[in-house]
T-cell receptor
Framework: EPEVTQTPSHQVTQMGQEVILRCVPI?????FYWYRQILGQKVEFLVS????????KSEIFDDQFSVERPDGSNFTLKIRSTKLEDSAMYFC???????????FGPGTRLLVL | RKEVEQDPGPFNVPEGATVAFNCTYS??????FFWYRQDCRKEPKLLMS???SGNEDGRFTAQLNRASQYISLLIRDSKLSDSATYLC??????????FGAGTRLFVKA
């Protein structure tokens, strides 16, 4: 069964550093998403991406964040100048033509020290 | 009012029990609804989509009540492996899924 993959599974960084989280969505999917989940809290939408541009973003997704699809398979989330409160699990998701069901990757656990 | 609300639980039930969760939503324009299952420190995994006519998948039944703006999930014959957090999600026509905070279920032997 096709699945979304993410790397790395864990990332530890110092406050102020830049991190790039990587995702490989399901191959025939066209819609891509990033969500985050702070420990003990709910899953929160960050951004959606379609046709090589951001289609929707939340208030959380400020200038510190950016997304890119550098090639035909990868989808990345860059966090510039990380803050302590960026520590969370970051999930990538993708969906097919109907924009309906979103399938999640296993997540990257980011810890900012 | 929160967009999607769930009883956080925990629900502690014995094996074989039937358990039901509700989830209320505030946006009457919401079009699509889902139940996801999330194990500790894992990703949400789709359990089932929720249709207006209701749908059933084995021991799991989901219902949508648009008049009262809630969706429900019924689990029959609970198994130990059903222990998890159950997230409801809704989409209002945009791209994002809005999740509730989840309901924790513990099934005991």
């Amino acid at each position: 069964e096709p699945e979304v993959t993410q790397t790395p599974s864990h990332q530890v960084t110092q406050m102020g550093q830049e991190v790039i989280l990587r995702c490989v969505p399901i191959s025939n999917h066209l819609y891509f998403y990033w969500y985050r989940q702070i420990l003990g809290q709910k899953v929160e939408f960050l951004v959606s991406f379609y046709n090589n541009e951001i289609s929707e973003k939340s208030e959380i997704f400020d200038d510190q964040f950016s997304v890119e699809r550098p090639d035909g398979s990868n989808f990345t989330l860059k966090i510039r100048s990380t803050k302590l409160e960026d520590s969370a699990m970051y999930f990538c998701a993708s969906s097919g033509q109907t924009q309906e069901t979103q399938y999640f990757g296993p997540g990257t656990r980011l810890l900012v020290l | 009012r929160k967009e999607v609300e769930q009883d956080p639980g925990p629900f502690n039930v014995p094996e074989g029990a039937t358990v039901a969760f509700n989830c209320t939503y505030s946006n009457s324009a919401s079009q699509s609804f889902f139940w996801y299952r999330q194990d500790c420190r894992k990703e949400p995994k789709l359990l089932m989509s929720v249709y207006s006519s209701g749908n059933e998948d084995g021991r799991f039944t989901a219902q949508l009540n648009r008049a009262s703006q809630y969706i429900s999930l019924l689990i029959r014959d609970s198994k130990l492996s059903d222990s998890a957090t159950y997230l409801c999600g809704e989409k209002a026509g945009g791209f994002k899924t809005i999740f509730g905070a989840g309901t924790r279920l513990f099934v005991k032997a």
